[in-house]
Antibody
Framework: DVQLVESGGGLIQPGRSLRLSCAASGFSFGDYALTWVRQAPGKGLEWVGFIRKNAYGATTDYAASVKGRFTISRDDSKSIAYLQMNGLETEDSAIYYC???????????????WGKGTTVTVSS | DIQMTQSPSSLSASMGDRVTITCRASQGISNYLAWYQQKPGKVPKLLIYAASTLQSGVPSRFSGSGSGTHFTLTISSLQPEDIATYYCQTYNSAPRTFGQGTKLEIK
């Protein structure tokens, strides 16, 4: 079965850093882009950013709200994607999901499989 | 950035009803539109991509239509397991903006 498992969440003070992991199994990880999406308590979904596969340079795009603070990377040898979060703010408190991207013509992507998420709470 | 606006924000319907949710994009996005279902306390699930293509395993009572700026998600006959919040999302550019969600409840 295709599976994504996030980890690394927890309680963290404002201004600190945290790294989330997304471990994949059941598919050829290196053939896919990966996206991170977050959901603040009681709120809707917010696209955070994504990383293309290595064949496309493993390039990244980010939402304006996290650009310059968050960095997505990948290690295809381990089938893991990472979300490095620096300068955390209370507004970053959310469940963080990773999702597998399906590429369509034109170089666009939609998410077809989601992990169960990991919770990040930013509080002093 | 493209803005996605869903209506209504919440909806109450009876079992067996035909339910329609609308999503409007602030500019044309062709058919680069996906719909996700999120049941309470659960992970979002892909229902429809390319505005009208049903994801494998999704019941045929779900359908999507539209192109450009106006899209709809229709449930032909509401079932108890369809109680959820539904989100549209554009994917023709970054950021891939979600609509604010439509919470579907049973009347």
């Amino acid at each position: 079965d295709v599976q994504l498992v996030e980890s690394g969440g927890g309680l963290i003070q404002p201004g600190r850093s945290l790294r989330l992991s997304c471990a994949a199994s059941g598919f050829s990880f290196g053939d896919y882009a990966l996206t991170w999406v977050r959901q603040a308590p009681g709120k809707g979904l917010e696209w955070v950013g994504f990383i293309r596969k290595n064949a496309y340079g493993a390039t990244t795009d980010y939402a304006a709200s996290v650009k310059g603070r968050f960095t997505i990377s990948r290690d295809d040898s381990k089938s893991i994607a990472y979300l490095q979060m620096n300068g955390l703010e209370t507004e970053d408190s959310a469940i963080y999901y990773c999702a597998r991207d399906v590429r369509v013509s034109g170089g666009y992507y939609y998410m077809d499989v989601w992990g169960k998420g990991t919770t990040v709470t930013v509080s002093s | 950035d493209i803005q996605m606006t869903q209506s209504p924000s919440s909806l109450s319907a009876s079992m067996g009803d035909r339910v329609t949710i609308t999503c409007r994009a602030s500019q044309g996005i062709s058919n680069y539109l996906a719909w996700y279902q999120q049941k309470p306390g659960k992970v979002p699930k892909l229902l429809i991509y390319a505005a009208s293509t049903l994801q494998s395993g999704v019941p045929s009572r779900f359908s999507g239509s539209g192109s450009g700026t106006h899209f709809t998600l229709t449930i032909s006959s509401l079932q108890p397991e369809d109680i959820a919040t539904y989100y549209c999302q554009t994917y023709n550019s970054a950021p891939r903006t979600f609509g604010q969600g439509t919470k579907l409840e049973i009347k």
